[in-house]
Structure formats: structure tokens, C-alpha cells
T-cell receptor
């Protein structure tokens, strides 16, 4: 929604630089993680996912890193573009095989032209 | 957009009135979900469905009911709307994976902005 960016931590990045967005998760039983992008007034859009048997997964200009030891997930965006400006949030499942996801509050990414 | 539409996209209503939001999908996905999104909170699950006439409660189900009489439609009803239900509502779907026991990605619709005065 339009207000999804309010009260969120903000990351400002110069166009062309790399962005790193972090997420801490709480459930040690979670085995599936997703990153979503949400632009103002739109629904969340799937970016990339990773399962717990992996530490790293790459997509087009995006990389997700998973550190299960400290329960930390990060999203790296290479060569950040103005179109990357949005709220990014992570989601984790409720445990192996669960159909339910728990969503983080998100980070607002602002790209400075 | 995973073939998901939501209607209406915007609605303003008064406290105490019933409201029904509709989620429609075109790809026969089995699992459908209703979430609400509010500033300061992540997406919170209201109800979900795992098949026709099969539904279950989520984290914030009080004041909401759902129905799924057809695979393609999942309805969310606020029996008597309250101002605390002012929010943006998202529908999502997931595809049951072929391998059992694996969580699948959820894909979201465009949302419905509901204002209860």
C-alpha cells in the first residue's frame, strides 16, 4: 500500500552502487526464505528465494545469502537502479513443510540518481 | 501478477456495515491466502484456504470470515466493519509443490485499500 514505507528503516544508495539489505529471522526451524519487493501502491513482488540447504543463491543482479548460525538473511542488489527504489522485506516459513509464511516489516531502499 | 485480481481495489465504508472483498485467480492454484498490511507491521495472515470449502484461521482472524466455493475465488468478509479494520488487504496464492513437505512461494495480488469511517 501507499503507507508501507512509513516508519521503516531506510537505506539510501547512489545509483550504480551495490545495495545490501539485511533481515534477521527468529525461527531456527525455518527452512525456506523469500525476498519480496513492494513498490508504492502495489502488491509484494517475488524477487528470489533460498532453502536452508543452501548458503547463497544468485539471480539477475540479486544475490541472497543465508547464515543459519546467526539466523541472518541478506539481499544484495548489484548496480542499483532508480527502479529498485521500493520497500524490501523477507519472509520465512513456519517450519519444514509449513504453508505459512512470517513476514518482516521491511527496509525502504531509496536510490539517489 | 500470477493471474490474481482483487476487487474492489478501493473501498470506503462506514462502521458497522458488512464488506466483502474478492480474490480471483485464473490458474487453479490450490492454496489461497488473505493478508492485511498496516504501517509498523509486516504482512499478517487473516485466513487461508487449502481447497474448495477448506479454510483455516490465521494470526488475525477475529472479525473476519472467508468462503471458497470455487477454486478460483476466495472471498473475505468483514461482517461488521470497524475502524481498526482500515487497512490494505492482499490476496496471495501458492502452488502445492510436487514434492511433499516443501513450502512454496506465495505470489500476491495488487491489493484492496479499505477505509472504515
Amino acid at each position: 500500500g501507499e503507507n508501507v514505507g512509513l516508519h521503516l528503516p531506510t537505506l539510501s544508495v547512489q545509483e550504480g552502487d551495490n545495495s545490501i539489505i539485511n533481515c534477521a529471522y527468529s525461527n531456527s526451524a525455518s527452512d525456506y526464505f523469500i525476498w519480496y519487493k513492494q513498490e508504492s501502491g502495489k502488491g509484494p513482488q517475488f524477487i528470489i528465494d533460498i532453502r536452508s540447504n543452501m548458503d547463497k543463491r544468485q539471480g539477475q543482479r540479486v544475490t541472497v545469502l543465508l547464515n543459519k548460525t546467526v539466523k541472518h538473511l541478506s539481499l544484495q542488489i548489484a548496480a542499483t537502479q532508480p527502479g529498485d527504489s521500493a520497500v524490501y522485506f523477507c519472509a520465512e516459513n513456519a517450519g519444514a513443510g509449513s504453508y505459512q509464511l512470517t513476514f518482516g516489516k521491511g527496509t525502504k531502499l531509496s536510490v539517489i540518481p | 501478477d500470477a493471474g490474481i485480481t482483487q476487487s474492489p481495489r478501493h473501498k470506503v465504508t462506514e462502521t458497522g456495515t458488512p464488506v466483502t472483498l474478492r480474490c480471483h485467480q485464473t490458474e487453479n492454484h490450490r492454496y489461497m491466502y488473505w493478508y492485511r498490511q498496516d504501517p509498523g507491521h509486516g504482512l499478517r495472515l487473516i485466513h487461508y484456504s487449502y481447497g474448495v470449502k477448506d479454510t483455516d484461521k490465521g494470526e488475525v482472524s477475529d472479525g473476519y470470515s472467508v468462503s471458497r466455493s470455487k477454486t478460483e475465488d476466495f472471498l473475505l468478509t468483514l461482517e461488521s466493519a470497524t475502524s481498526s479494520q482500515t487497512s490494505v488487504y492482499f490476496c496471495a496464492i501458492s502452488v502445492v509443490p510436487r514434492l511433499a513437505g516443501r513450502t512454496d512461494t506465495q505470489y500476491f495480488g495488487p491489493g484492496t485499500r479499505l477505509t472504515v469511517l
